[in-house]
T-cell receptor, first 116, second 109 residues
Framework: GAVVSQHPSRVICKSGTSVKIECRSLDFQATTMFWYRQFPKKSLMLMATSNEGSKATYEQGVEKDKFLINHASLTLSTLTVTSAHPEDSSFYIC????????????FGEGSRLTVL | GQNIDQPTEMTATEGAIVQINCTYQTSGFNGLFWYQQHAGEAPTFLSYNVLDGLEEKGRFSSFLSRSKGYSYLLLKELQMKDSASYLCALLDSNYQLIWGAGTKLIIKP
């Protein structure tokens, strides 16, 4: 099946620094990628929809200037958490829509961010 | 509006069968997904139903009734590794996934 790779899987950073998370579709082209955040014991929360070559569409309540999304190619989307704070500590997951079965999503492995 | 309901937690015995229900209300529908998620990991795709009926895939089966706004995931011959959260997700008219809160399934020996 289709593969989505997410990197890094774990990152620890100091408060005030920025962290970049990459999401790559390895064997298919993904015009649309999604970024999710998951709080402990909660379901996935969609943060934004990333479309190749255009600006991301953010969900209500998600700060665009804090969570920068760039989808520069058909195989790569990046999420940058700027000026990270401890409350940004979370599990971030990306997914890409496959080009076969309508709507089927393929997920990255997730990135656990810890801000000290 | 859109709404998805599924039980918060279920417990079952190893080797048994369990059915996890999901009910939904939506104005636009392009299918329903079930995903499995182990603690600390990303969700993995289990099934996709867009037409009424039962889809069987090994030990897992998924059922959909669009007129009733109802789906279930059936797990047979339960194994300890099946302990996980099971997420029901609706694909709306804009092809956006609307997620349920997930059902935590606990398997006991």
């Amino acid at each position: 099946g289709a593969v989505v790779s997410q990197h890094p899987s774990r990152v620890i950073c100091k408060s005030g620094t920025s962290v970049k998370i990459e999401c790559r579709s390895l064997d298919f082209q993904a015009t649309t990628m999604f970024w999710y955040r998951q709080f402990p014991k909660k379901s996935l929360m969609l943060m934004a929809t990333s479309n190749e070559g255009s600006k991301a569409t953010y969900e209500q309540g998600v700060e665009k200037d804090k969570f920068l999304i760039n989808h520069a190619s058909l195989t790569l989307s990046t999420l940058t958490v700027t000026s990270a704070h401890p409350e940004d500590s979370s599990f971030y997951i990306c997914s890409a829509r496959g080009d076969r079965e309508a709507g089927e999503l393929f997920f990255g492995e997730g990135s656990r961010l810890t801000v000290l | 509006g859109q709404n998805i309901d599924q039980p918060t937690e279920m417990t079952a015995t190893e080797g048994a069968i369990v059915q996890i229900n999901c009910t939904y209300q939506t104005s636009g529908f392009n299918g329903l997904f079930w995903y499995q998620q182990h603690a600390g990991e990303a969700p993995t795709f289990l099934s996709y139903n867009v037409l009424d009926g039962l889809e069987e895939k090994g030990r897992f089966s998924s059922f959909l009734s669009r007129s009733k706004g109802y789906s279930y995931l059936l797990l047979k011959e339960l194994q300890m590794k099946d302990s996980a959260s099971y997420l029901c997700a609706l694909l709306d008219s804009n092809y956006q996934l609307i997620w349920g809160a997930g059902t935590k399934l606990i398997i006991k020996p």
